[in-house]
Structure formats: structure tokens, C-alpha cells
């Protein structure tokens, strides 16, 4: 059984929603970076995404773009981003790292070098924004076949005839991007979740873990309630940003991470 | 040479070779699949070919001339030098060819706002131009830097009711001013049409953009018949993401007696690390949707791309020329900002025309060529857009040179 199989087992017997976390590796440096990334599953990570900084985000918000440059002016690089995972694995071997980021740099890293690599330091899963299934060859293929999980994107517009196409390769867990737009924008209704959900249900046995626009544990409790996963993203990032030091950054990261699993926590599933 | 179907692209998939595709999010995937699909139809329905060749005609003033360049061609003493004469089209550049082809599908499948993304803002000023004309909202990204150095057509874009977006973001010019773009279709997926200005994007741009500018190479053919009865020997256009070179290319790809060039901006020189030659610099990998020759460094990063010439300054190129160039029917050189500059003076005295600092690399390499070359050689040379709005970056150029002198 993989970690993400493993986690959301866990989960579903305890009767709630997980926490998934999104930072970017390398944001705001190496260490620090290092340091909120080993402190997120305390603070109530129960899956954690890691950014891999690219020069063109395309799909994301200011946010992410700007945590994007912060980690490479750091010097951040995908074997940086790999070397991460490695250091974080040495003592956790049960929070998934689903890696999240767009295609180019791994094409320049080489994909097989790459799969092994990511295989070898515990790298649970992917996500990578610019390769739908049409492209699925490339990628998802060759990580699949090394026990990697691909995790795909769902979004409004992904109507019931494409839906299938989908999810047909998909594992671990389904991601629905509640909003049409970039990262951090606007926030959907409980309602648009709630009926995006039912419909995904009806295509889907995985876990379904919805993100965009979810910023606060009031919010978060809300989406626990109708989803086996809550993603946050963006406001993490913020408090990066808006942190005067490294320390505080790692502070404030792990502070809303706590306040957000406590939100996602009190949730009980119906 | 034994291929004779380099026209035959792209396949279902978009793809050139392995060039193209669609590397979107799936945000974005329903909608450019719909894209095909309306394109498809679109260039099948003889009402709409005839909607298209009316504007062709009537509005942008096709077909334009293929003018023989009687004093540049005594000056290089060699090849015998015709001009396509693109610069002439309303708006004055070939980028309206595209954004009338354009405009018409997003009426075709009610669409209600148009966006664009611009460089040296001939794309931005002919998107605006034709959202007037079909009564479109209109919002144009273009980098802050670009702004900066394209204050004429941002002016015009304004006085055509767009609404311009500065981006800040990177180094402020045409791949940022994309990102931003993109990030926009994104977030308005129901009603808006994106309309790209060059031939590089999600699969069917590529193409698409093609088609629309193909006109050039097809109405070259024609005017050379009748002039000289004959096919040229050689064709030039310079290249950015490529669309008026491919769009004077296609038509002669199976045509295996000519010669094609397309010559990207080598900034200071492709061998220091500001230019735009993505071919000459670059190496594959994926972008906006695309994969294609892009600079970047050694962990896949999107390098900055730099040139004289806005319409240049991009760090990919359309993948069907890619494939064109790994294929080797089609061959790609560079042409320094200098370089440029000098053909851009030479062009002007010469012939009494002002080319566009983008058009002044193809004619470069014309200058540099036509000498070597017999006098019954035909070289036409694609005079891509007129070089009014370029006068501040000349300008500026010459007060440094005679500063330094």
C-alpha cells in the first residue's frame, strides 16, 4: 500500500478530512525551507505538497509566483528540491510528498533520471499542472510504473465527457480545483463544492481532495465536511512573504498550518 | 533533399515531430479541444472563407504588392531582391492577417471579450483594431518594459478602446505578458477568446496561425509568376515566435528548389547570454502550452531573452519551425541588434522605406546574401511590419553611438 493509500485509510477509520499543505521548496531558503517542511506534519500536516519553483507559473497566482522567485533567487533547483525530501524522509516515513509543479524543468532534468531520483528520496506522488492525460506518455507512464502516484487536476471545466479521460490514469487521490482561475484567487461556494463533488463521486472511488481559495480554518472546516482532503496553499505562502525573518517565516508557516488542522479536525464527517 | 511533405503538419495531437502539443491545465483543456473543434468547422464553411477574404480585401487592402527592390538589389550587387510587402496591410505589419481570421472565430462561436498578449504591440494594435471593428471588449497584456519602449502603439491601442495591462512580472516583456494572459483565460473561461499573436501556444494556435498568415506565401507565389514566371530561389523572414515566416514559408515547404531562411534576433551575439535565438541557442523543452526550443538554463529555468527589436525579445519559437529546423528543411541564422540597426538605415535610404527593427534582422541577412549570390537569383524578403513605432528605440540607439563617438 502507498503512503497517500496508507494516509487517506488512516483518515477515512478516523472519520475525517486531511490536511494537505502546499509550500514551495526553497521559499523563502534552503534551510528554512527545510525546517517549515519537517515541522508541518507536528503542526498537523496530514499530506504535504511541495512546489517546485519554475520561472513561468503559469496557472498560479501572485502569490505562488512571487514564492516561485523568492526560492529561486535562494539558488533553489529540482535536485535541491530532491535533496529536501531525502532530508526530510531520514525521520518520517509516514506524511506523503506529493510533489507539484510544471513540466520543463523535469524535462530538462531528464525523466528517467528524474523518476528514479524522486522514487529513491520517498516522493509519493506528482502533480504537474501542464501535462493532461493527452500527454500522459511522457510522464505519468514511466512515475506510475515506478510506484509513483500521478494525481490529476479536476476543474469546472472538466465536463462529464471529458471526466472520465481524467481520471482513467489518476491515483492516490483526486485533486478538484474549486474555481476556474489561478492559485489564491477567489474561493467557491460550499454548494459549487458540494454538487462538484457528488458529480466526481460518481466517477471516482479515490479520495477526492479539493484546493483554491481556501485560506482560513473556518473555511477549511467547511470543505473537511464534504471532501476527504482540504488544500491550502496560498495563504502559507503569504506568511512567508510577509515574515521580516527566516525564523519567522517557519513560525508563522507552522502557526496557520496548527490553526488549519484544528479547523479541519473539529469537521467530522457526516 | 527526398521529404517532400513537410506541409503535412500538424498530426491530431497537435504535434510537428515531437513539436507542439497541448501543455495546458485542464482548466484550459476543454476550452482549446473546443477551439479545434470550431476551427475545424470554420475553415470547412465557405461562408466563412468568403467573410475572411472580404476583410482580407476590403479591410486590411489585399492583396498587398510584391515590390522589386531596384536600388537595394544595385547596392548588393548580386541577387535580384523583391520585398512582400506586409508593412503595408492596415495597422502595418502582417499581424492583423491573423487577428481578422481570428476576431471572425470568436464572433463564430459568441464569444464576448478579447484578450492578447503583445510585444512590440503590432499584435496589441491590430487585436484592438479589430475588436473596434466587431464591437469587442478588449484587454491587452503587454510587459512594462515593452511599454516603456513602445509608446506610439500603446497610444494607438488606447485610442482604439483597449484596456492595457502592464505586467511586471519577470523581465516585463512578451513571455511574462503570456503568463499573464494565460493566467486571465484561466479566470474568464466562459466568455473569452484568447487571441494569440504569433504561431507558437496550445495546439490548434500553431496552426491556426499558420493558416491565417499563409496568404503571404500564397499571393508571393502568385505575383512571382507573373512578374519573373517563375518560383523564387530563396526566401528570408526574420523570426520571434514566427509567424509572418511561417506564413511566407508554408506555401513553399514541397517546393524543394527554394531556399528558406529564417533569422532569429542575436541580440549581442548568440554566443554571449543576451539574445532571442531560440534555435540557435536554445534546446527543446515545454512552454506556453508547447514543446519547442526555449532558452533556459540548466535546471529547466526560462532564461530572459534579449533584442533591439520588442517583437523579437521571446525565448521560444512556433514548434512547427522547430520541427523545420530539426527536419533541416528550412535553415536558421541570427542577426546582431547592429547588424539590424545597419539594414534598418540601408533600407531606408535606399528604397524609402522604414522597416520594423524586427523586419530589418530578415533584410540583414538579404544584404549579407544577396552579394554571393548570381544576378538571376529571386530572394524575396517578407517586409514584415513598417518601423514607425521604433523610432524611440532608433533614436536613443544613435545618441549613445555618436555619444561614444
Given at each position: 500500500?502507498?503512503?497517500?493509500?496508507?494516509?487517506?485509510?488512516?483518515?477515512?477509520?478516523?472519520?475525517?478530512?486531511?490536511?494537505?499543505?502546499?509550500?514551495?521548496?526553497?521559499?523563502?531558503?534552503?534551510?528554512?525551507?527545510?525546517?517549515?517542511?519537517?515541522?508541518?506534519?507536528?503542526?498537523?500536516?496530514?499530506?504535504?505538497?511541495?512546489?517546485?519553483?519554475?520561472?513561468?507559473?503559469?496557472?498560479?497566482?501572485?502569490?505562488?509566483?512571487?514564492?516561485?522567485?523568492?526560492?529561486?533567487?535562494?539558488?533553489?533547483?529540482?535536485?535541491?528540491?530532491?535533496?529536501?525530501?531525502?532530508?526530510?524522509?531520514?525521520?518520517?516515513?509516514?506524511?506523503?510528498?506529493?510533489?507539484?509543479?510544471?513540466?520543463?524543468?523535469?524535462?530538462?532534468?531528464?525523466?528517467e533520471?528524474?523518476?528514479?531520483?524522486?522514487?529513491?528520496?520517498?516522493?509519493?506522488?506528482?502533480?504537474?499542472?501542464d501535462?493532461?492525460?493527452?500527454?500522459?506518455?511522457?510522464?505519468?507512464?514511466?512515475?506510475?510504473?515506478?510506484?509513483?502516484?500521478?494525481?490529476?487536476?479536476?476543474?469546472?471545466?472538466?465536463?462529464?465527457?471529458?471526466?472520465?479521460?481524467?481520471?482513467?490514469?489518476?491515483?492516490?487521490?483526486?485533486?478538484?480545483?474549486?474555481?476556474?482561475?489561478?492559485?489564491?484567487?477567489?474561493?467557491?461556494?460550499?454548494?459549487?463544492?458540494?454538487?462538484?463533488?457528488?458529480?466526481l463521486?460518481?466517477h471516482?472511488?479515490?479520495?477526492?481532495?479539493?484546493?483554491?481559495?481556501?485560506?482560513?480554518?473556518?473555511?477549511?472546516?467547511?470543505?473537511?465536511?464534504?471532501?476527504?482532503?482540504?488544500?491550502v496553499?496560498?495563504?502559507?505562502?503569504?506568511?512567508?512573504?510577509?515574515?521580516?525573518?527566516?525564523e519567522?517565516?517557519v513560525?508563522?508557516?507552522?502557526?496557520?498550518?496548527?490553526?488549519?488542522?484544528?479547523?479541519?479536525?473539529?469537521?467530522?464527517?457526516? | 533533399?527526398?521529404?517532400t511533405?513537410?506541409?503535412?503538419?500538424?498530426?491530431?495531437?497537435?504535434?510537428?515531430?515531437?513539436?507542439?502539443?497541448?501543455?495546458?491545465?485542464?482548466?484550459?483543456?476543454?476550452?482549446?479541444?473546443?477551439?479545434?473543434?470550431?476551427?475545424?468547422?470554420?475553415?470547412?464553411?465557405?461562408?466563412?472563407?468568403?467573410?475572411?477574404?472580404?476583410?482580407?480585401?476590403?479591410?486590411?487592402?489585399?492583396?498587398?504588392?510584391?515590390?522589386?527592390?531596384?536600388?537595394?538589389?544595385?547596392?548588393?550587387?548580386?541577387?535580384?531582391?523583391?520585398?512582400?510587402?506586409e508593412?503595408?496591410?492596415?495597422?502595418?505589419?502582417?499581424?492583423?492577417?491573423?487577428?481578422?481570421?481570428?476576431?471572425?472565430?470568436?464572433?463564430?462561436?459568441?464569444?464576448?471579450?478579447?484578450?492578447?498578449?503583445?510585444?512590440?504591440?503590432?499584435?496589441?494594435?491590430?487585436?484592438?483594431?479589430?475588436?473596434?471593428?466587431?464591437?469587442?471588449?478588449?484587454?491587452?497584456?503587454?510587459?512594462?518594459?515593452?511599454?516603456?519602449?513602445?509608446?506610439?502603439?500603446?497610444?494607438?491601442?488606447?485610442?482604439?478602446?483597449?484596456?492595457?495591462?502592464?505586467?511586471?512580472?519577470?523581465?516585463?516583456?512578451?513571455?511574462?505578458?503570456m503568463?499573464?494572459?494565460?493566467?486571465?483565460w484561466?479566470t474568464n473561461?466562459?466568455?473569452?477568446?484568447?487571441?494569440?499573436?504569433?504561431?507558437?501556444?496550445?495546439?490548434?494556435?500553431?496552426?491556426?496561425?499558420?493558416?491565417?498568415?499563409s496568404?503571404?506565401?500564397?499571393?508571393?507565389?502568385?505575383?512571382?509568376?507573373?512578374k519573373?514566371?517563375?518560383?523564387?530561389?530563396?526566401?528570408?523572414?526574420?523570426?520571434?515566435?514566427?509567424?509572418n515566416?511561417?506564413?511566407?514559408?508554408?506555401?513553399?515547404?514541397?517546393?524543394?528548389?527554394?531556399?528558406?531562411?529564417?533569422v532569429?534576433?542575436?541580440g549581442?551575439?548568440?554566443?554571449?547570454?543576451?539574445?532571442?535565438a531560440?534555435?540557435?541557442?536554445?534546446?527543446p523543452?515545454?512552454?506556453?502550452?508547447?514543446?519547442?526550443?526555449?532558452?533556459?538554463?540548466?535546471?529547466?529555468?526560462?532564461?530572459?531573452?534579449?533584442?533591439?527589436?520588442?517583437?523579437?525579445?521571446?525565448?521560444?519559437?512556433?514548434?512547427?519551425?522547430?520541427?523545420?529546423?530539426?527536419?533541416?528543411?528550412?535553415?536558421?541564422?541570427?542577426?546582431?541588434?547592429?547588424?539590424?540597426?545597419?539594414a534598418?538605415?540601408?533600407?531606408?535610404?535606399?528604397?524609402?522605406?522604414?522597416?520594423?527593427?524586427?523586419?530589418?534582422?530578415?533584410?540583414?541577412?538579404?544584404?549579407?546574401?544577396?552579394?554571393?549570390?548570381?544576378?538571376?537569383?529571386?530572394?524575396?524578403?517578407?517586409?514584415?511590419?513598417?518601423?514607425?513605432?521604433?523610432?524611440?528605440?532608433?533614436?536613443?540607439?544613435?545618441?549613445?553611438?555618436?555619444?561614444?563617438?
Amino acid at each position: 500500500m502507498s503512503r497517500l493509500e496508507q494516509r487517506f485509510a488512516e483518515l477515512k477509520a478516523e472519520g475525517r478530512s486531511a490536511l494537505v499543505t502546499f509550500i514551495t521548496a526553497g521559499d523563502p531558503g534552503y534551510d528554512a525551507s527545510l525546517q517549515i517542511l519537517k515541522g508541518l506534519p507536528a503542526a498537523g500536516a496530514d499530506v504535504i505538497e511541495l512546489g517546485m519553483p519554475f520561472t513561468d507559473p503559469m496557472a498560479d497566482g501572485v502569490a505562488i509566483q512571487l514564492a516561485t522567485l523568492r526560492a529561486l533567487e535562494a539558488g533553489q533547483t529540482l535536485a535541491k528540491t530532491l535533496q529536501m525530501v531525502r532530508e526530510f524522509r531520514v525521520d518520517n516515513q509516514t506524511t506523503p510528498i506529493v510533489l507539484m509543479g510544471y513540466y520543463n524543468p523535469i524535462h530538462r532534468f531528464g525523466v528517467e533520471a528524474f523518476v528514479a531520483q524522486a522514487k529513491a528520496v520517498g516522493v509519493d506522488g506528482l502533480i504537474i499542472v501542464d501535462l493532461p492525460p493527452e500527454h500522459d506518455a511522457e510522464l505519468a507512464t514511466p512515475a506510475q510504473a515506478a510506484g509513483i502516484d500521478f494525481i490529476r487536476l479536476t476543474t469546472p471545466t472538466t465536463d462529464d465527457v471529458r471526466l472520465p479521460r481524467v481520471l482513467e490514469r489518476s491515483s492516490g487521490f483526486v485533486y478538484y480545483v474549486s474555481v476556474a482561475g489561478v492559485t489564491g484567487a477567489g474561493s467557491a461556494t460550499t454548494e459549487h463544492v458540494s454538487s462538484a463533488i457528488e458529480r466526481l463521486r460518481r466517477h471516482t472511488d479515490l479520495p477526492i481532495s479539493v484546493g483554491f481559495g481556501i485560506r482560513t480554518p473556518e473555511q477549511a472546516a467547511a470543505i473537511a465536511k464534504l471532501s476527504e482532503g482540504v488544500v491550502v496553499g496560498s495563504a502559507l505562502v503569504d506568511k512567508i512573504a510577509n515574515a521580516k525573518t527566516a525564523e519567522q517565516a517557519v513560525g508563522d508557516v507552522l502557526e496557520l498550518c496548527s490553526a488549519l488542522a484544528q479547523g479541519v479536525r473539529g469537521a467530522r464527517k457526516a | 533533399m527526398t521529404q517532400t511533405n513537410f506541409r503535412a503538419g500538424p498530426d491530431a495531437n497537435g504535434l510537428f515531430g515531437e513539436f507542439g502539443g497541448r501543455y495546458v491545465a485542464e482548466t484550459l483543456m476543454p476550452l482549446v479541444l473546443d477551439l479545434a473543434r470550431e476551427y475545424e468547422a470554420a475553415k470547412a464553411d465557405p461562408a466563412f472563407l468568403e467573410q475572411l477574404a472580404y476583410f482580407q480585401r476590403d479591410y486590411i487592402g489585399r492583396p498587398n504588392p510584391l515590390y522589386f527592390a531596384e536600388r537595394l538589389t544595385e547596392h548588393c550587387g548580386g541577387a535580384k531582391i523583391f520585398f512582400k510587402r506586409e508593412e503595408l496591410n492596415h495597422t502595418g505589419a502582417h499581424k492583423v492577417n491573423n487577428c481578422i481570421g481570428q476576431v471572425l472565430l470568436a464572433k463564430r462561436m459568441g464569444k464576448k471579450r478579447l484578450i492578447a498578449e503583445t510585444g512590440a504591440g503590432m499584435h496589441g494594435v491590430a487585436t484592438a483594431t479589430v475588436a473596434a471593428r466587431f464591437g469587442l471588449p478588449c484587454v491587452i497584456y503587454m510587459g512594462a518594459t515593452d511599454i516603456e519602449r513602445q509608446q506610439a502603439n500603446v497610444f494607438r491601442m488606447k485610442l482604439l478602446g483597449a484596456e492595457i495591462v502592464p505586467v511586471t512580472a519577470g523581465t516585463g516583456t512578451l513571455k511574462d505578458a503570456m503568463n499573464e494572459a494565460l493566467r486571465d483565460w484561466v479566470t474568464n473561461v466562459d466568455d473569452t477568446f484568447y487571441l494569440i499573436g504569433t504561431v507558437a501556444g496550445p495546439h490548434p494556435y500553431p496552426a491556426m496561425v499558420r493558416d491565417f498568415q499563409s496568404i503571404i506565401g500564397k499571393e508571393t507565389r502568385e505575383q512571382l509568376q507573373a512578374k519573373e514566371g517563375r518560383l523564387p530561389d530563396s526566401l528570408i523572414a526574420c523570426v520571434g515566435g514566427g509567424s509572418n515566416a511561417m506564413g511566407l514559408f508554408h506555401d513553399f515547404l514541397d517546393d524543394a528548389s527554394v531556399q528558406i531562411i529564417g533569422v532569429e534576433a542575436g541580440g549581442h551575439g548568440v554566443d554571449t547570454d543576451k539574445h532571442a535565438a531560440s534555435l540557435n541557442g536554445g534546446v527543446p523543452g515545454v512552454l506556453h502550452g508547447n514543446r519547442t526550443y526555449l532558452l533556459q538554463d540548466a535546471d529547466g529555468q526560462i532564461t530572459d531573452a534579449h533584442s533591439i527589436s520588442a517583437g523579437l525579445d521571446y525565448p521560444g519559437i512556433g514548434p512547427e519551425h522547430a520541427y523545420l529546423h530539426e527536419v533541416k528543411r528550412v535553415e536558421y541564422v541570427s542577426i546582431t541588434d547592429d547588424e539590424a540597426l545597419a539594414a534598418f538605415h540601408t533600407t531606408c535610404r535606399l528604397e524609402g522605406i522604414i522597416p520594423a527593427l524586427e523586419t530589418s534582422h530578415a533584410l540583414a541577412e538579404a544584404i549579407k546574401r544577396a552579394p554571393t549570390l548570381p544576378k538571376d537569383h529571386l530572394m524575396v524578403v517578407c517586409l514584415s511590419g513598417r518601423g514607425d513605432k521604433d523610432m524611440q528605440t532608433v533614436m536613443s540607439h544613435m545618441a549613445a553611438q555618436e555619444k561614444q563617438a
